[in-house]
T-cell receptor
Framework: DADVTQTPRNRITKTGKRIMLECSQTKGHDRMYWYRQDPGLGLRLIYYSFDVKDINKGEISDGYSVSRQAQAKFSLSLESAIPNQTALYFC????????????FGPGTRLTVT | GNSVTQMEGPVTLSEEAFLTINCTYTATGYPSLFWYVQYPGEGLQLLLKATKADDKGSNKGFEATYRKETTSFHLEKGSVQVSDSAVYFCALSQIKAAGNKLTFGGGTRVLVKP
């Protein structure tokens, strides 16, 4: 079984719709992250959470919100989707006290028409 | 701020050829350095890491050495296989910085032909 899972894996939605992407992990890590990947830009950090009560904005948080429902679950929401949010979204986890490496889910491909 | 620069692809090679992907970084202090690999349709997998100067990370025949004097972490493999076709990302992390965030390069696509 995968340690970091994401649902859905693919989603097509229309401009203005609200959408939620979900991430679950069984690694027991306390830290979780949301990234988006665009061609040629690598991955950019949207939000991160060091524990259930600690949520922080990343470099591109505008238009997104998150919820850390439990240590193992971290959701990303697009309140009103727009076409330039079309991208591949990744969830990642890490452990505090580690050497900085993060472990990634398989990704969600989101298309906003 | 921190930044990572890696060579643009695509890099096209024949099987058993030598692969080098250049990566340089800008950061204050002493970051940890990583190479991640993304196979088609999959998420990123940690390939190797190095946490201090002169450390060599290695895995699956790939190697990279943390060179602080040249702020580089070039990835090498002596004999590539078709199964090594993927996108490779260089990244850095600073443990003591706020967020413990990974800063990624733009990725290098590698295509190995039989």
């Amino acid at each position: 079984d995968a340690d970091v899972t994401q649902t859905p894996r693919n989603r097509i939605t229309k401009t203005g719709k609200r959408i939620m992407l979900e991430c679950s992990q069984t690694k027991g890590h306390d830290r979780m992250y949301w990234y988006r990947q665009d061609p040629g830009l690598g991955l950019r950090l949207i939000y991160y959470s060091f524990d259930v009560k600690d949520i922080n904005k990343g470099e591109i948080s505008d238009g997104y919100s998150v919820s850390r429902q439990a240590q193992a679950k971290f959701s990303l929401s697009l309140e009103s989707a727009i076409p330039n949010q079309t991208a591949l979204y990744f969830c990642a986890t890490s452990v505090s006290g580690g050497q900085g490496e993060q472990y990634f889910g398989p990704g969600t491909r989101l298309t906003v028409t | 701020g921190n930044s990572v620069t890696q060579m643009e692809g695509p890099v096209t090679l024949s099987e058993e050829a030598f692969l080098t992907i250049n990566c340089t970084y800008t950061a204050t202090g002493y970051p940890s350095l990583f190479w991640y690999v993304q196979y088609p349709g999959e998420g990123l997998q940690l390939l190797l890491k190095a946490t201090k100067a002169d450390d060599k990370g290695s895995n699956k025949g790939f190697e990279a050495t943390y060179r602080k004097e040249t702020t580089s972490f070039h990835l090498e493999k002596g004999s590539v296989q078709v199964s090594d076709s993927a996108v490779y990302f260089c990244a850095l992390s600073q443990i003591k910085a706020a967020g413990n965030k990974l800063t990624f390069g733009g990725g290098t696509r590698v295509l190995v032909k039989p």
